[in-house]
């Protein structure tokens, strides 16, 4: 079973920047395009942005272009999601999967922006 680790989360004020990671172990994750997706409680988890398998292709969603940017590294087995200016309304916990994703989730990182 793959095991997926999201760190890099944190409190920061608006305008601020975090890079989420998502490893893997327990398998390759060259041959899965990556999702970045987020939560807040009392709401359905949200996907912000993906990966294609070969890197080339990425979407996110409307309100985060421009400011968020994912990336892989299939040596690092890793996807990174680096956020630029920060706002209020990015706070929840950040969880990666696959897609369509595993019936299992990590645990994800929590952001949170405040003044």
């Known amino acids: 079973q793959v095991q997926l680790v999201e760190s890099g989360g944190g409190s920061v004020k608006p305008g601020e920047s975090l890079t989420l990671s998502c490893a893997a172990s327990g398998a390759s994750l060259d041959d899965y395009a990556i999702g970045w997706f987020r939560q807040t409680p009392g709401k359905a988890r949200e996907g912000v942005a993906c990966?294609?398998?070969?890197?080339?292709?990425?979407y996110y969603k409307d309100s985060v272009k421009g400011r968020f940017t994912i990336s892989r590294d299939n040596a690092k087995n890793t996807v990174y999601l680096q956020i630029n200016n920060l706002k209020p309304e990015d706070t929840a916990v950040y969880y990666c999967n696959r897609l369509p994703p595993f019936n299992y989730w990590g645990q994800g990182t929590q952001v949170t922006v405040s003044s």
């Open positions: 990966i294609g398998r070969n890197r080339s292709i990425a």
